[in-house]
């Protein structure tokens, strides 16, 4: 059981919002929240995984997909705030040097 929970956490890293929005561009993440009809116009770099998270759930929910995925985004968000503390001091300085990313480009 232990195994499979350690497999079961790794699985769903890549998924968490702070890991996704760490690792990849900015024009990733903007590309990624526009092709979901986000309602979001900026995405602030201090805890951007529970912002990334929050602009996924003010998508489009028009998707028979959509209802059970709220569940995921919001356990999501609970590990996101806590990934995101951990990442704060590089946050705040990627925040004070090239502020919050844009989704309007």
């Known amino acids: 059981?232990?195994?499979?929970?350690?497999?079961?956490s790794l699985a769903l890293?890549?998924?968490?919002?702070?890991?996704t929005t760490l690792s990849n561009s900015d024009a990733e993440i903007a590309s990624?929240?526009?092709?979901?009809?986000?309602?979001?116009?900026s995405v602030p770099r201090v805890y951007s995984g529970v912002a990334y998270n929050m602009c996924k759930l003010n998508s489009?929910?028009?998707s028979v997909y959509f209802l059970?995925?709220?569940?995921?985004?919001?356990v999501d968000s609970v590990f996101s705030a806590a990934t995101d503390?951990?990442?704060?001091?590089?946050?705040?300085?990627?925040?004070?040097?090239?502020g919050s990313l844009s989704l309007n480009n």
Not at 32 to 41: D, E, P
Not at 68 to 74: A, F, K, N, T
Not at 85 to 98: D, E, G, I, S
């Open 1 to 8: 059981m232990k195994y499979f929970l350690a497999f079961l």
């Open 85 to 98: 503390t951990v990442a704060l001091p590089y946050t705040v300085y990627a925040q004070n040097q090239k």
């Open 32 to 41: 990624n929240l526009k092709r979901q009809n986000s309602g979001c116009v």
């Open 13 to 19: 890293l890549p998924g968490c919002g702070t890991v």
């Open 68 to 74: 059970p995925v709220i569940g995921v985004y919001l």
């Open 60 to 62: 489009n929910g028009s």
